[in-house]
């Protein structure tokens, strides 16, 4: 069968016995869940966020279930909170933590390599180099967490993550729900408590280091000896790729790291070169134990590697980055959250922005969308800048967001009375990680109604004056309607809501353009729809085939070439 | 230092044009055929019409997930810009489909199906066989259109292959 790593490592825990698995979506990590979801034994969810995610499966493995989170790397910060005592409390039934780190920044909105958050956190680190490897890894893991009495992180990158191979499947194994026993010293986390739990921390990395110097997660393979790798992750299947010839020491378990068995392999080969993706995480380890060791010029710390990175990494050259980018990403045609900015742009507003599809509202040709920072910070972002400003000032979040971390941002400002506008682009999804539902969708990852979210309700509850809901393919009552609120003495919410095109089918009749009345103006190209093009001579083709029939274009053009009729 | 019994295979394109879907039919064949097979791409952003770039490999044993540069045995692109883009993939001996991507373009009605016909097309250069293609058509595509998809996947293997390299 060919499995990604997502889908060999959701295999992997089922088969081991997994009962609870929880998480939010986010690329590369959001396949866990959707795997482990098709399973009936295993209760899995769409948490509302990740803090959320990482109790709820802590807490699960704490009453005796084996259970598992999965992040992508920038979610496991939401976590952060509860993973930093979570190695003072120790679990129940095993616990995994899956993050996925995006090297490259292929969908995310920074590059940090989570491997220093187990060291910072003290917990156990495996790296899988490939999707059966991710599968093999759970059941170690597994294995660890109740032996050690630990969280365990397993860490992969996008290219384990949404990379397939043949993997093979076994049958699921029940395994014994253990007893939850009330153990006060143990799970309440008050200074007393936690710092005696803090000296079980210190003897159990103790006894970890012990078992990964023995570990077969971390293997000598003794090859030509002119020169020996160490390395793990992918970066290991490159250097294989490269070098099939020389020797490795292939790093699974890299927290604690097996400092004596790097000894021993140094011994054995002339020259020790280490290469990983990121940061010198590796090298670190390797760092006072007396081993000559080369590593990767600093520049190639940023970023993907690659396989033919490898010889010029090993010649000790600087990284010389790719002249030709990929293409831009575009919001789709028909895409409601289009007309908002267009709007928004309009009347030159300020918008501080937040993480989802709309984010794209920021590329050239529509540039109408100016801060994005993290999951929440459209609404906290607003507040500042409002106060910097004073006026024309809008914060834009999607509905998925709102949920996760939106909510506390808006009863912040009503709390400290700041008037303004939000608008919540409700597509009723969570789009850009392929269309997730969540609370306000009332339906759950196993695609079963549930209790509705109602956002109006919930924005009133926090404070808002004025909660309006439209339909933004209205432009006309949208841009009157921002135009009425934006700078009101008030705390407006307007909730723009109209469905994802993605699960939307229904389509309406394309405009009709008429050549003659166009004075190529391109305004109408402003707004970025991949439908319009410009043909050679100048005018406008339509692809009747991509457009939806949203009309936005109509909008745009007051010459009246492009009509509705 | 590329292990010659692996075949690479880049297909490009960009979001929505079917570019996984084509890869993941090849793989699957290649898979059904026995052959340990690797198959890589960034999901996310794929339908919102960025670049999208899928890396397959298949041999006795692959290591490396993505193609090195200048190592890709095939080049099938949906795009001609994408096309451009990887031209670094590819080295003399390489076998280059783009010019196929005009005349599916002329020769298939549904525009949808462009990615099936290079498979078609791709498919007489490789060791897959056809049974294996059918099988991971089937598995992968929509019922309602595989009769349609298996004319065009036709259409494509009729004029694809080395005999028309001499």
Excluded at chain 1, 387 to 393: C, D, E, G, I, S
Excluded at chain 2, 67 to 88: C, M, N, T, W
Aim: hydrophobic share 40%; charged share 25%; with cysteine.
């Amino acid at each position: 069968m060919l499995l990604s790593g997502d889908e060999a490592l959701a295999r992997g825990a089922y088969e081991e016995g997994l009962k609870v698995a929880a998480s939010y979506p986010g690329t590369p990590a959001s396949e866990i869940l959707e795997s482990l979801s098709k399973f009936d034994e295993v209760d899995s969810q769409w948490s509302i966020n990740e803090k959320v995610a990482f109790e709820v499966a802590l807490s699960s493995s704490i009453g005796g279930l084996r259970s598992l989170y999965a992040s992508k790397h920038v979610g496991l910060n939401v976590a952060m909170d509860p993973l930093m005592t979570s190695a003072y409390t120790g679990v129940g039934a095993g616990f995994i933590i899956v993050t996925a780190d995006d090297p490259g920044i292929h969908s995310s909105q920074n590059e940090q390599d989570n491997r220093l958050i187990a060291e910072v956190a003290k917990i156990p680190l495996l790296e899988p180099s490939s999707p059966s490897e991710a599968k093999e890894f759970v059941k170690t893991g597994f294995e660890i967490s109740e032996g050690f009495d630990t969280p365990v992180i397993i860490r992969l990158t996008t290219r384990i993550a949404h990379t397939k191979e043949n993997v093979r499947i076994g049958d699921r194994r029940e395994v014994v729900i253990k007893d939850f026993k009330i153990d006060i010293p143990k799970y309440v986390m008050v200074p007393k408590n936690a710092y005696k739990r803090r000296l079980e921390i210190e003897k159990r990395l103790v006894r970890l280091k012990e078992y990964s110097e023995a570990s077969p997660l971390n293997r000598i393979e003794l090859n030509d000896k002119k020169i020996g790798f160490i390395t793990g992750g992918v970066s290991y299947l490159y250097v294989k790729e490269m070098y099939p010839e020389a020797s490795f020491l292939k790093i699974g378990f890299s927290f604690p790291f097996p400092e004596a068995k790097a000894v021993e392999f140094s011994r054995k080969v002339k020259e020790v070169f280490v290469i990983e993706e990121l940061e010198p995480f590796l090298e670190r380890s390797l760092r006072g134990l007396g081993i000559k060791f080369k590593t990767k010029h600093p520049s190639y710390r940023i970023g993907e590697l690659r396989p033919e990175y490898i010889t010029d990494i090993v010649s000790g050259s600087e990284k010389k980055e790719d002249a030709l980018s990929a293409r831009k990403p575009v919001m789709c045609p028909g895409c409601p959250h289009r007309s908002v900015f267009w709007v928004l742009k309009k009347i030159k507003a300020v918008v501080t922005g937040d993480i989802g599809c709309y984010t794209l509202g920021a590329l050239p040709p529509l540039g109408a969308l100016h801060t994005c920072l993290c999951m929440g910070a459209g609404i906290t972002f607003f507040e500042g800048i409002k106060k910097a400003l004073r006026k024309n000032v809008a914060g834009v979040i999607g509905d998925s967001t709102f949920v996760h971390t939106g909510i506390p941002g808006l009863i912040n400002l009503a709390y400290n009375n700041t008037k303004g506008l939000i608008i919540i682009l409700d597509n009723s999804t969570t789009a850009m990680t392929g269309n997730q539902p969540h609370p306000a969708t009332g339906i759950t990852i196993k695609g079963e109604a549930t209790k509705k979210l109602i956002l109006e309700d919930i924005c009133s509850a926090c404070g808002a004056d004025n909660v309006d809901v439209i339909n933004p393919h209205n432009v006309k009552k949208l841009e009157a309607l921002i135009k009425k609120r934006i700078n009101e003495n008030a705390l407006s919410v307007i909730i723009a809501r109209s469905g994802c095109r993605l699960n939307e089918k229904k389509k309406d009749a394309p405009p009709v353009y008429k050549k003659e009345n166009c004075k190529k103006c391109y305004l109408c190209l402003s707004i970025d729809c991949p439908a319009l093009t410009k043909t050679k001579d100048g005018f406008i083709d339509i692809n009747s085939e991509l457009c939806t029939g949203c009309k936005l274009c109509v909008e745009t053009c007051s010459l009246k070439a492009l009509t509705t009729s | 230092m590329n292990k010659k019994d692996t075949i690479n295979i880049l297909f490009c394109g960009i979001g929505g044009q079917g570019v996984l879907k084509a890869s993941e039919i090849c793989g699957l064949a290649a898979l059904f055929d026995g052959f340990h097979v690797k198959k890589s791409e960034v999901h996310g952003m794929a339908q919102r019409g960025g670049s999208v770039e899928s890396h397959l490999r298949f041999g006795k044993e692959v290591f490396s997930p993505l193609i090195p540069k200048g190592q890709a045995e095939y080049l099938v692109s949906f795009h001609k810009e994408e096309h451009e883009r990887l031209k670094d993939f590819l080295n003399p001996e390489s076998v280059d489909l783009i010019s196929y991507l005009a005349e599916g373009e002329k020769l298939i009605k549904n525009k949808r199906c462009i990615n099936i016909f290079l498979l078609g097309v791709l498919s007489q250069y490789l060791c897959i066989k056809e049974d294996s293609w059918m099988k991971a058509m089937k598995e992968l595509l929509p019922l309602k259109y595989l009769e349609e998809n298996k004319k065009v996947f036709a259409e494509g293997r009729k004029l694809g292959g080395w005999h028309d390299m001499e």
